[in-house]
């Protein structure tokens, strides 16, 4: 039974070769993720681009009846008062509302960049731990 006889000196998977070859396939392994990473975040995309198309059009339906729930509280007011004066109750009620609306949305906004600004000093700080490290 004849072996081949295991080399004794340099052979072409040295250690340095070893070494490339595997940083090469950990940089190509790399690549392949962030394509894969896009393909999915571009098909995510796609389909919220077409889930959101039904949302819109309902949000429009729901407008029209919104307007036209209004027009009928209007014209209901209008059986016991001047249609004008109707008209403008139902509007500052409305006007009122959406400023109340409008301001609360307004803090909810402001505490938003608050929240931004601390990950932002957490991911400096990550970053600084991490340079020091290396």
């Not at 000196?9 to 896009?38: C, F, W």
């Not at 571009?42 to 819109?56: C, G, Y």
């Amino acid at each position: 039974m004849a072996s081949s006889p295991i080399p004794s000196g340099p052979t072409d998977a040295s250690m340095t070769g070893l070494l490339s070859r595997l940083m090469d396939e950990a940089l190509a392994l790399a690549r392949n993720e962030i394509a894969l990473a896009k393909a999915e975040a571009r098909t995510a995309l796609r389909d919220v681009k077409l889930s959101v198309a039904p949302f819109a059009i309902a949000a429009g339906v729901l407008l029209a009846g919104v307007l036209t729930l209004v027009a009928t509280v209007i014209l209901a007011l209008a059986e016991v008062m001047r249609p004008w004066l109707a008209a403008m109750l139902v509007s500052i009620v409305l006007l009122v509302a959406g400023f109340v609306l409008l301001n609360a949305g307004k803090r909810k906004w402001s505490h938003l960049g608050e929240q931004f600004d601390r990950t932002q000093e957490s991911l400096q700080k990550d970053a600084t731990v991490v340079a020091r490290r290396t």
